[in-house]
């Protein structure tokens, strides 16, 4: 099949959810990531490894989607507890690899590397740097999986090789363990780290300076997904020229939409995106 250039890559997998209640959705931070830039009006491309029976029907509607085929898709199983909510990996799909990457998206301007757990994938940021904005939001890395599939947080071993050859970094305070000290020492070695903090807002790290966020007050219904939404947005918006610390603002405003709905029907509406982009125009803080 012929590929068509695109504005966007999103690269990582897709995965199969299923949720506390039983139902089960499509999931990643790349399907969550690829909508909301789609919704921006970008040409989209999205490079994942999947079994050739899960359906991704909901993404090839908006976007150019390239699944390789893999034995099984990555699948997991959230469930609740006294302690919170816990995830397991039921199945894991092969890493994405650099000549998992078709030629004609190589020069793709925008590209957003979205791990969901422990797939490392050698040479896969180096072959963007210095040549496209690469947006990267590394959780996947940070998690590791027990011998009962149980997901917990490690250490992102490779950290200070990639964090240098990347454009901007999104991550979790959650993801940190709260280590505000780790956070800064990142921020020293990426142009832009944004640490969020669900309804507390977050903060932006650029040169050396620490500048907090505000989250947008909703009614939450789900947070699923929001900080992929949160991330694609401001990666699109600072790529695009917006000043660092308006993006920040404007992704929190898009992500404070989404958190109103479920599963990926909380990628935001165009009419959400001018609403936010009106009121960051409007210097509303």
């Not at 302690?83 to 894991?92: E, K, L, N, P, S």
């Not at 920040?248 to 959400?272: I, K, N």
């Amino acid at each position: 099949m012929t590929r068509a250039p695109v504005d966007a890559l999103l690269i990582g997998h897709v995965t199969h959810d299923f949720l506390p209640d039983g139902v089960d959705t499509i999931g990643g931070t790349v399907a969550y990531a690829a909508l909301t830039l789609a919704a921006f009006g970008l040409d989209v491309g999205l490079v994942t490894l999947a079994a050739p029976d899960f359906d991704l029907a909901r993404l090839a509607d908006a976007v150019q989607v390239l699944r390789h085929p893999a034995p099984v898709t990555t699948t997991f199983t959230n469930l609740d507890t006294p302690a919170g909510r816990a995830q397991y990996v039921r199945a894991m799909a092969p890493a994405v690899l650099p000549e998992h990457i078709p030629a004609v998206w190589r020069s793709a301007p925008l590209v957003h590397i979205g791990p969901v757990v422990d797939a490392r994938a050698p040479g896969l940021v180096e072959l963007f740097a210095g040549r496209a904005f690469v947006g990267l939001t590394p959780q996947g890395w940070m998690r590791r999986v027990d011998c009962e599939g149980r997901v917990h947080p490690q250490a992102w071993a490779d950290a200070d090789a990639l964090l240098p050859q990347t454009s901007a970094v999104v991550v979790s305070l959650e993801d940190l363990a709260g280590d505000w000290a780790r956070a800064e020492a990142w921020a020293a070695q990426t142009p832009l780290l944004v640490v969020t903090e669900g309804r507390r807002g977050g903060v932006l790290f650029e040169a050396g300076r620490r500048v907090a966020f505000r989250a947008f007050p909703v009614p939450e219904v789900d947070t699923t997904g929001a900080g992929d939404i949160f991330a694609a947005a401001f990666f699109y918006a600072v790529a695009e020229g917006t000043s660092p610390a308006r993006a920040a603002t404007f992704a929190a405003c898009v992500a404070g939409h989404s958190v109103r709905r479920v599963g990926l029907d909380s990628v935001p509406t165009r009419a959400e995106l001018l609403a936010c982009r009106e009121e960051c125009e409007r210097g509303v803080k």
